[in-house]
């Protein structure tokens, strides 16, 4: 966003107002039900002060009877103003200087428009100015205060002032809260004057990391709507407190701001005479070139009669070319027509004018311009610098935001990894983006996402085995190590598929290998282009950003899968856990239901099994459940739900099956059980049996009712000598 933006675009419209009459306790329970930190005080139309929750620390609040008395005792006044046309950037330099956190805005009648903030300035700054070097550890020096929960209200009240504070840390126990002048305000409203700190504070107290960029603690105040953050070391020791203000003091256009100041200083040394400015130019035309940005002068005709180095090598030409030259020969029509549109706009405001604007190549420069008078002659002023990279790390980010948006929200994986593709495309132009996965087997590649990829290319390089001369993708998974092949006509990688890449016109490809935590590769994220390529550094930035979010959705995907097959599944045997087979169970009875499908259910339970662990010990045991479920498994169809239902008792739904089918399937099983063995421990081998009751679904069968005749079934086989099957 640019810092030229008027502040009418975000002020805040409803202004809180009451008379000079008013108590301070109305006063503050019309702030506190508001969510406002400032009351404007108006009399017969005119804003005669100002009540805010700075002054609500400053007045003696000893008794409820010192809440009655008006506001107009503790107002500030005057009230600072700002005509609406003020911009954002103006808009910040006057808070600075005035030492204030409110502006009334007024129009040219001066009427009552709207309020700002110094919270309003901080979340309309530009995005770009947040993603600069600077981390929340650089902004802060000085401890915070913190006291005791049982402090009263009132020594509260008065350290705040006494220290000049508009928040204070609560310690109660192991936990922090935090005070601050909007809980004072939300005090005196309740007429609570008597309560102790650990009842006014907020608990817990959020904190933010010292080595996090500013860019994210901006992003915790406006998701909490605060407007303090706790400062933790790397012990997760409290060791500051950041508040919006400290944010606002760190902008990164001030350096700007400070170099335009710096040439005014010297353009009004120099303002004697035009014969002083020839005298010293080599000095000038030193100090420009050795800034590290764009700068020039034009005249009222609109021509350039000062630039620096860096603004030739912006231009491509060479500094000579373009001094005494105006925008209509300089640039297109379009963008020349722009800037001169732009110089009338600072002559007419009188005002500084930012502006981000995209050059020809592609580059975006950020520019402050402002007309000065030198002796009756007008002269712009224009400083600008390149934050192309900043706006391209900004896109990334956003990017990387939407694809960990999805992988927060659980999308599919194949979903997650299309999306990264294209975001990705986006910033590698011409690209077409791909994510191949390791198989379990470690050997062979499977195509997990290529949206912009050929279709029959895709399936023809899924499965394909690594190595170490297996085309870029399958080289970088056996190395583990990125693989650029800038040519795929003349890489040796590539020997054994350039007759397939030359059918879909693919002529250059680079993988990254991306890896777990623990550094087990598990796929790889390649690039193709349709003509020969190789990365700039901006394509390394992007390959890098996409590899990591890979890495992230590939193996948080692989955790939930982990988690969901040990929420369903019997860890001792692999069969189906009992929760998850009567969920199962429940779904296949209601389908069966629905279209009128047969469906039976065996209820199993081995024969003597304490017996086994009696004998041989509760591991051979343990062996013989796992023996038991591998024959089951075998003996029943793919269709078949498996589960174990108790100790040594499982249960199998067979869907679409009559009586005589389940009788003939739980023979097959009695049979091939009692055929099994398993040698423990070198001992002889280990037999055993099991029992098995059949039940088929009847018209208003309910699941507890279905398998409670197939157990009574299965109690009927016990009952008659075990190793049988009876039916239900």
């Given at each position: 966003m640019s810092l030229d933006l008027p502040v009418a675009d975000f002020m805040t419209r409803n202004l809180l107002e009451c008379g000079p009459a008013t108590s301070v306790g109305e006063a503050a329970v019309m702030m506190r039900d508001a969510h406002c930190g400032s009351i404007l005080i108006v009399e017969d139309g005119l804003a005669v002060g100002i009540w805010t929750e700075t002054d609500a620390l400053s007045g003696p609040w000893l008794l409820l009877g010192d809440l009655d008395q008006p506001i107009a005792a503790f107002m500030s006044s005057p009230v600072?103003?700002?005509?609406?046309?003020?911009?954002?950037?103006?808009?910040?330099?006057?808070?600075?200087?005035?030492?204030?956190?409110?502006?009334?805005?007024?129009?040219?009648?001066?009427?009552?428009?709207?309020?700002?903030?110094?919270?309003?300035?901080?979340?309309?700054?530009?995005?770009?100015?947040?993603?600069?070097?600077?981390?929340?550890?650089?902004?802060?020096?000085?401890?915070?205060?913190?006291?005791?929960?049982?402090?009263?209200?009132?020594?509260?009240?008065?350290?705040?002032?006494?220290?000049?504070?508009?928040?204070?840390?609560?310690?109660d126990g192991e936990r922090c809260g935090i005070i601050t002048t909007r809980d004072v305000i939300g005090a005196l409203g309740a007429r609570q004057v008597e309560v102790t700190a650990g009842e006014l504070a907020s608990f817990p107290l959020l904190t933010i990391h010292r080595d996090s960029t500013l860019f994210q603690a901006r992003d915790l105040f406006a998701q909490n709507n605060i407007r303090h953050l706790g400062v933790v070391d790397e012990q997760q020791a409290l060791v500051a407190?950041?508040?919006?203000?400290?944010?606002?003091?760190?902008?990164?256009?001030?350096?700007?701001?400070?170099?335009?100041?710096?040439?005014?200083?010297?353009?009004?040394?120099?303002?004697?005479?035009?014969r002083e400015v020839i005298r010293q130019i080599g000095l000038t035309e030193a100090i420009l070139n050795a800034l590290p940005i764009n700068v020039f002068v034009k005249d009222d005709q609109g021509r350039l009669i000062v630039a620096n180095e860096m603004?030739?090598?912006?231009?491509?030409?060479?500094?000579?070319?373009?001094?005494?030259?105006?925008?209509?020969?300089?640039?297109?029509?379009?963008?020349?027509?722009?800037?001169?549109?732009?110089?009338?706009?600072v002559r007419l405001a009188e005002r500084t004018l930012v502006r981000e604007e995209v050059l020809p190549g592609g580059r975006m420069l950020l520019s402050h311009k402002r007309f000065i008078e030198v002796e009756g002659e007008s002269l712009l002023i224009c400083a600008s610098m390149d934050v192309t990279d900043w706006k391209r790390a900004d896109a990334l980010l956003v990017s990387g935001h939407h694809v960990l948006e999805l992988i927060a929200c659980g999308a599919e994986l194949n979903v997650v990894l299309e999306a990264l593709c294209k975001r990705m495309e986006t910033h590698l132009p011409g690209a077409l983006c791909s994510v191949l996965l390791l198989d379990p087997d470690g050997?062979?590649?499977?195509?997990?996402?290529?949206?912009?990829?050929?279709?029959?290319?895709?399936?023809?390089?899924?499965?394909?085995?690594?190595?170490?001369?297996?085309?870029?993708?399958?080289?970088?998974?056996?190395?583990?190590?990125?693989?650029?092949?800038?040519?795929?006509?003349?890489?040796?990688?590539?020997?054994?598929?350039?007759?397939?890449?030359?059918?879909?016109?693919?002529?250059?490809?680079?993988?990254?290998?991306?890896?777990?935590?623990?550094?087990?590769v598990l796929g790889t994220f390649a690039i193709y282009y349709r003509e020969p390529r190789t990365p700039d550094y901006n394509d390394m930035l992007a390959i890098s950003h996409g590899t990591r979010l890979a890495s992230v959705a590939v193996e948080r995907w692989q955790q939930v899968s982990e988690l969901k097959r040990l929420a369903t599944t019997d860890q001792l045997t692999g069969l189906g856990s009992r929760s998850h087979f009567m969920d199962s169970a429940e779904g296949e009875l209601r389908r069966a239901d629905r279209f009128n499908r047969d469906l039976a259910?065996?209820?199993?339970?081995?024969?003597?099994?304490?017996?086994?662990?009696?004998?041989?010990?509760?591991?051979?045991?343990?062996?013989?459940?796992?023996?038991?479920?591998?024959?089951?498994?075998?003996?029943?169809?793919?269709?078949?739900?498996?589960?174990?239902?108790?100790?040594?008792?499982?249960?199998?739904?067979?869907?679409?099956?009559?009586?005589?089918?389940?009788?003939?399937?739980?023979?097959?099983?009695?049979?091939a059980v009692e055929q099994a063995s398993f040698v423990f421990?070198?001992?002889?081998?280990?037999?055993?049996?099991?029992?098995?009751?059949?039940?088929?679904?009847?018209?208003?069968?309910?699941?507890?009712?279905?398998?409670?005749?197939?157990?009574?079934a299965l109690y009927q086989a016990k009952h008659a000598g075990r190793n049988r099957v009876e039916r239900g």
């Open positions: 600072k103003t700002v005509p609406q046309a003020t911009s954002l950037g103006e808009a910040a330099r006057c808070l600075r200087q005035e030492g204030v956190h409110h502006l009334l805005v007024v129009d040219a009648e001066g009427r009552h428009m709207g309020m700002i903030s110094q919270t309003d300035v901080v979340q309309h700054q530009g995005v770009a100015f947040f993603i600069h070097a600077r981390n929340v550890g650089s902004i802060i020096h000085e401890a915070p205060v913190c006291i005791g929960a049982d402090m009263r209200f009132s020594e509260v009240r008065e350290l705040m002032v006494a220290r000049r504070l508009d928040a204070l840390v609560v310690r407190l950041l508040t919006f203000g400290d944010i606002l003091d760190s902008v990164a256009h001030e350096y700007v701001n400070g170099l335009l100041a710096e040439l005014e200083q010297q353009t009004a040394r120099l303002r004697e005479t035009r603004t030739a090598q912006t231009f491509g030409r060479p500094l000579a070319d373009i001094i005494g030259r105006t925008d209509a020969e300089l640039f297109s029509a379009e963008i020349a027509s722009r800037h001169v549109e732009d110089d009338v706009r050997v062979h590649l499977r195509h997990a996402a290529g949206p912009s990829l050929p279709a029959a290319y895709s399936r023809a390089i899924d499965g394909v085995a690594i190595g170490p001369s297996v085309g870029s993708c399958g080289t970088a998974a056996y190395t583990g190590e990125q693989v650029i092949v800038p040519d795929i006509s003349s890489s040796p990688l590539w020997a054994d598929y350039r007759e397939l890449t030359e059918q879909y016109g693919l002529r250059a490809c680079w993988s990254t290998p991306f890896s777990s935590a623990g550094s087990k259910v065996l209820m199993l339970d081995i024969d003597f099994f304490k017996r086994i662990n009696d004998q041989h010990g509760h591991a051979a045991g343990d062996e013989a459940l796992r023996v038991f479920s591998r024959v089951l498994g075998k003996e029943t169809r793919a269709v078949d739900l498996l589960g174990r239902i108790g100790g040594e008792e499982f249960a199998v739904v067979l869907p679409e099956t009559g009586l005589e089918a389940a009788l003939h399937i739980a023979e097959r099983v009695r049979a421990h070198h001992s002889a081998p280990i037999r055993f049996t099991v029992s098995i009751g059949v039940a088929l679904l009847q018209v208003g069968d309910s699941l507890d009712s279905l398998l409670a005749r197939a157990d009574n």
